[in-house]
């Protein structure tokens, strides 16, 4: 182990000699840098259970069905925005940085290579106390990063560099190193926490819910609205610490093509399994999921098909997964080229639901970035509602609390315009052993509040189905 960090810390001596030029040509200024090594000899596992006790900031973010991970550890650099202008901010210090990167990943294998981690919130709002440790958008360059994309197995040691501080750069990658090993094979198991008190899925919450969904249903019928996403929330006291990498495990299984995340920063950890991708960046194109319309899943294949069949021809899953369509198409057809529906209306089936799911392509042009495309594209109707605005104002009025990261976006990207963005879903906030998990639905005309209320017990279940609820059989 001292062998190999000590190779490690000649060849980052080695690289910087060699980038002497380039850093004496900043005349003191900043150069974020990024150096990369192979990292054979990590269990990803034994991470996750220290992300929040070893770290300020992490993020881990897995896509099990591609033997896909990263885990980002510690802060190089941060942009990190409140406010409407979020998406515009991080866009003007992004191409302000990108002048100013050096790397060695010319010779890696693969280069696309996340860089930027972080999340946005549902909307721009002030914090409340549930969601404190989360500015409404955070971008962070982890000083450390693993990655795993199949055989492709590295760690980036991310820092600012100030001539000539060069010493003072290694010093830090071998203390940091030497931090992560001692983590490296200390996995710890702790006891499964139950649910010792809960609120927000009492009959009176049930009730006072489907009246949410019932008087949605008037606003459309009036034309002031053509769908409205509505979530709710349940609140779990836990009777201790969970154990995030059991957690991890859980959901790997049961979640494998969905998109898995713990989001840490402070007191607070965002985790989930979000089977809806927002976006996707790579060989200059950008590729989009529409995800709307749900049912539950079958107790046997014959039934599983039936189900399938006839969410196919519901006409009001189908109208509502279609205003998710229209919309991306209206949305990127300006800024991109070649647009093209992919797949239409086919099912992505996960473990305990079903989803109508359409995907969709296009080529990126040089009238927008990456970020100002996401502006324009975020919030979809699949998460909003449609049109967007007068969606946005009806969640505001009537949810009664802010969603914070929850339908939010979680993610990563570099200066090449490469990224994967998913939007948080199926998803809960843990701080200390206060649980809230999330989950909503697309109110449509002829929508039944009673399916409506069922669909949001399914999509809970995702979180609910991992902890043991003392309160009921």
């Not at 060069?166 to 001692?182: G, P, V």
């Not at 859980?250 to 985790?271: A, M, Q, V």
């Not at 899953?317 to 080229?337: M, W």
């Amino acid at each position: 182990m001292e062998d190999f960090i000590s190779s490690s810390e000649n060849s980052l001596r080695k690289f910087l000699s060699d980038s002497d030029k380039i850093i004496k040509s900043r005349n003191g200024g900043n150069l974020l840098v990024s150096f990369a090594l192979p990292f054979d000899n990590f269990n990803t596992n034994d991470i996750i259970n220290h992300l929040a006790k070893n770290y300020e900031r992490s993020l881990y973010f897995e896509k099990p069905a591609e033997n896909f991970f990263i885990a980002g550890l510690d802060e190089a650099l941060t942009i990190s925005e409140n406010g409407e202008g979020r998406f515009a901010v991080t866009d003007k210090k992004i191409r302000e940085l990108k002048n100013s990167f050096i790397n060695n990943w010319e010779n890696l294998p693969d280069k696309k290579i996340p860089l930027f981690l972080g999340g946005m919130k549902f909307t721009s709002e002030h914090n409340e106390e549930d969601w404190q440790d989360f500015n409404d958008s955070t971008w962070f360059v982890p000083e450390f990063l693993i990655l795993q994309k199949q055989n492709f197995r590295y760690l980036f040691f991310n820092f600012l560099l100030q001539n000539p501080s060069k010493e003072q750069a290694i010093k830090k990658f071998k203390t940091k190193f030497e931090k992560l090993f001692k983590i490296n094979g200390s996995g710890e198991n702790l006891s499964s926490p139950k649910i010792i008190k809960s609120s927000g899925d009492t009959p009176k919450d049930k009730k006072k819910w489907k009246q949410l969904v019932i008087e949605s249903l008037g606003r459309i019928s009036e034309n002031q609205v053509e769908k409205v996403v509505l979530s709710r929330k349940v609140e779990m006291q836990l009777s201790n610490e969970p154990d995030m990498k059991l957690i991890i495990e859980n959901l790997r299984k049961d979640y494998p093509n969905c998109y898995l995340f713990i989001y840490h920063h402070g007191k607070s950890s965002f985790f989930g399994a979000s089977p809806e991708k927002l976006a996707k960046f790579y060989n200059g194109c950008i590729e989009v999921d529409a995800l709307a319309g749900s049912a539950r899943r079958g107790k046997t294949e014959e039934e599983d098909i039936q189900i399938e069949k006839a969410l196919l021809s519901d006409n009001k899953n189908l109208t509502e997964h279609n205003f998710v369509v229209e919309y991306i198409k209206n949305t990127i057809s300006n800024l991109t080229e070649d647009f093209k529906i992919e797949s239409n209306h086919t099912v992505k089936k996960l473990a305990n639901i079903q989803h109508i799911w359409s995907r969709i392509t296009a080529k990126l042009t040089n009238k927008s970035s990456m970020m100002n495309i996401l502006k324009e594209l975020y919030p979809t109707p699949a998460i909003c509602g449609y049109p967007k605005d007068a969606a946005l104002h009806l969640i505001k009025k009537t949810e009664g609390y802010k969603r914070g990261l929850y339908s939010g976006i979680i993610g990563w990207f570099n200066f090449d315009d490469e990224g994967e963005f998913a939007v948080a879903l199926r998803s809960a906030l843990l701080t200390n052993n206060k649980l809230i998990a999330f989950a909503g639905g697309g109110i449509v005309q002829n929508s039944d509040p009673e399916a409506e209320y069922k669909e949001t017990e399914l999509k809970l279940k995702t979180i609910l189905s991992l902890f043991k609820n003392e309160n009921k059989n």
